[in-house]
């Protein structure tokens, strides 16, 4: 990408999104289209046709996505199904008829099957069954994945899709019902040390081991795609892991958030509420072997959000 290309960002309302348009900001990208849902509805199809028409953006990270935490996904999977295939397909359609020289395409580790060999590789993709509970948002990750695959193969167009681990970090919206277990683990341990309360519950047993990613790495890992990989590189022309391989119990993660946030109180275990997995861990090898290392550590990178929450209360 040069300078003055014309760059258009999905979903620049959301956390990658923001990390993505302030990285590019700070080294020099001005020409940036990051529309609001206000601005251009994605699901429309002729609207999102004359909006790349009028803009032709050169290349687009598509990161836009309909996405809730587990209640809203169970209680409204047509909703997620449905309005993510046609954001998708229309943002993927319009990048190929404009003759976009490149796209980005955001994907999700929820794609990979419930019972799924540890660490996940890309060859695992649709070998079982998704998670029922997010099944509708899943088979829509799925769909962009192989809607930018065919169009890789059968015109040779250069669209990638990358599988992010759990991502946490500034812009972060913190809110009880579609927060990750670290934003939601970093909440409640400061609230508890505001309001003085003697102990955290965290739900499950804390041997869950999980892969996070730091939201300003991402942007530089999105940044660095659009430069340096083509879809020559990909896992059979269409996508590629992309996290540290790095993983960490929720307990040990518990006890991380702790320290940053200096509670005094206990960590207490509930038992009766689910543990999740036992283990979900991306294996990024192909992506790291094309140079990408770059990766804040996980209690860095817990530090400034931190820091960036409290400033927001």
Not at 23 to 44: A, F, V, W
Not at 66 to 80: Q, S
Not at 87 to 111: E, F, H, M, P, R
Not at 137 to 142: D, E, L, Q, T, V
Request: neutral net charge.
């Amino acid at each position: 990408m040069e300078k003055k290309d014309k760059i258009l960002i999905t979903g620049s309302k959301g956390m990658v999104g923001k990390n993505l348009i302030e990285k590019l900001d700070n080294i020099g990208y001005n020409n940036l289209l990051t529309p609001s849902r206000k601005d251009l509805d994605l699901r429309e199809r002729k609207e999102v046709f004359d909006y790349f028409n009028k803009e032709n953006p050169k290349y687009v990270f598509h990161l836009a996505a309909k996405v809730g935490g587990i209640k809203a996904n169970m209680d409204f999977p047509v909703e997620f199904l449905q309005e993510n295939l046609l954001l998708n397909t229309n943002v993927i359609d319009a990048s190929y008829y404009s003759k976009v020289k490149k796209l980005v395409n955001l994907g999700s580790s929820c794609i990979y099957p419930k019972e799924c060999f540890q660490p996940m590789k890309e060859e695992s993709i649709l070998s079982g069954a998704f998670e029922s509970t997010n099944e509708g948002y899943a088979i829509s990750k799925i769909s962009s994945l192989k809607l930018c695959e065919f169009y890789n193969k059968q015109y040779n167009s250069n669209f990638i899709s990358l599988i992010p681990p759990n991502m946490y970090g500034k812009f972060e919206k913190f809110d009880e019902k579609n927060s990750h277990v670290l934003a939601s683990l970093l909440k409640k341990f400061y609230e508890s040390k505001v309001d003085k309360k003697g102990f955290v519950s965290v739900w499950g047993d804390g041997t869950a081991k999980r892969e996070f990613l730091y939201a300003k790495d991402m942007a530089e890992i999105l940044i660095f795609s659009m430069d340096k990989i083509n879809s020559g590189d990909l896992y059979e022309k269409g996508f590629l892991n992309c996290g540290s391989s790095e993983e960490i119990s929720i307990e040990n993660l518990a006890r991380l958030i702790k320290k940053v946030v200096e509670f005094e109180g206990e960590i207490i275990f509930d038992y009766s509420k689910p543990t999740g997995m036992d283990r979900k861990i991306l294996d990024s090898s192909r992506f790291l072997s094309l140079g990408f290392n770059k990766f804040t550590s996980l209690i860095g990178g817990i530090k400034e959000t931190y820091e960036w929450y409290k400033n927001l209360q």
